[in-house]
């Protein structure tokens, strides 16, 4: 597998302009971005009106802060994040602290408007702002042996007051496969809506994966960590026979307490009809490849 894992320092050596720009012309038209006679099928113009910054910054899952949705945005402003700075470590030619700033000089940010969607069955359309975690993959050098990529939240009690609980074990910890995390759908958030990405969303820095449940993309990340085997997750951990590994968006593979198959737009009002639950989340053509011949039942 042709993976960008070069030892090469800049991403204009890592991604060749020509790729870059005809990536983003791809994604545009998924987002239907003005381009809607190439959205996909599924993707259809109106599914991906953004919601608006109200409804993607009052209702949120960020544990650290409390379980009610609404938590997080009374409770995250206690988070200090700055100065902030993402330890790289593992199988890589370059490990060390890599400061935000630091981090943010050398990437090229861009909007992408993913669908999103939780495991709870509700769903948003939200524009992020980000670049692609490929790209600073390849700052800190990917060696030959990494198979997998281990991730991080900050876990600091004094700003956090829901960790006092033993909700699920803390720190929260997520992972992805090496070609999941190498996949160009695959973003570091860096901001919402043109501006930083407010505490409550996983400030300054977390992991947007469209394909896959809401869970997976692990906020306000302080290590990433390059691994010659399958990481141990926060909510697998927690019930493994509710929450797998991959977690990819599955209608066919119900929650073990509720149904996958169909989800509620979040602020499409009360009398809105749910809508039917996409394969990978709307992101089949992207992604499903990377999965031919597993069963997405057993390894969910
Ligand atoms: N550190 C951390 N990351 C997290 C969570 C969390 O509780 N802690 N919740 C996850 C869940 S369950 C979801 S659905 C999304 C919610 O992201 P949002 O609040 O930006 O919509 O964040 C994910 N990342
Ligand atoms: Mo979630």
Not at 160 to 173: A, D, F
Not at 181 to 189: D, G, R
Not at 230 to 250: D, I, L, M, Q, R
Request: charged share 20%; proline share 8%; net charge negative.
């Amino acid at each position: 597998m042709a993976f960008r894992w070069t030892n090469d320092l800049t991403r204009d050596d890592v991604t060749p302009e020509p790729v870059w720009l005809n990536r983003r012309h791809i994604l545009a038209g998924m987002a239907g971005l003005g381009l809607g006679a190439i959205a996909g099928p599924g993707l259809a113009q109106g599914d991906l009106e953004p919601n608006g910054w109200d409804e993607i910054t009052s209702f949120n899952n960020f544990y650290e802060f409390g379980t009610g949705k609404g938590d997080p945005a009374e409770n995250a402003h206690l988070m200090t994040t700055s100065p902030w700075s993402i330890t790289i470590d593992g199988l890589v030619d370059r490990p060390g602290d890599y400061g935000f700033e630091q981090i943010m000089e050398q990437m090229s940010v861009e909007e992408r408007i993913y669908r999103f969607r939780c495991v709870e069955a509700w769903s948003m359309v939200i524009p992020w702002n980000g670049f692609e975690l490929a790209d600073l993959l390849a700052l800190a050098g990917v060696q030959d042996g990494a198979t997998h990529v281990a991730f991080e939240t900050l876990l600091r009690p004094s700003e956090m007051p829901g960790v006092s609980r033993p909700v699920i074990e803390w720190p929260y910890v997520e992972g992805l496969r090496l070609d999941e995390a190498m996949h160009p759908l695959t973003i570091m958030a860096t901001g919402i809506y043109d501006k930083p990405i407010p505490n409550q969303n996983g400030a300054p820095i977390r992991l947007v994966v469209p394909w896959k449940y809401g869970y997976k993309s692990i906020k306000s990340i302080v290590r990433i960590t390059l691994t010659d085997s399958e990481p141990p997750t926060a909510w697998n951990k927690y019930a493994p026979n509710e929450y797998g590994f991959y977690s990819n968006v599955n209608p066919d593979r119900p929650h073990p307490r509720w149904s996958q198959a169909s989800e509620k737009r979040v602020g499409a009002g009360l009398l809105a009809r749910r809508q039917p639950t996409l394969m990978f989340n709307g992101y089949e053509d992207e992604v499903a490849a990377m999965y031919d011949g597993m069963d997405l039942i057993k390894f969910h």
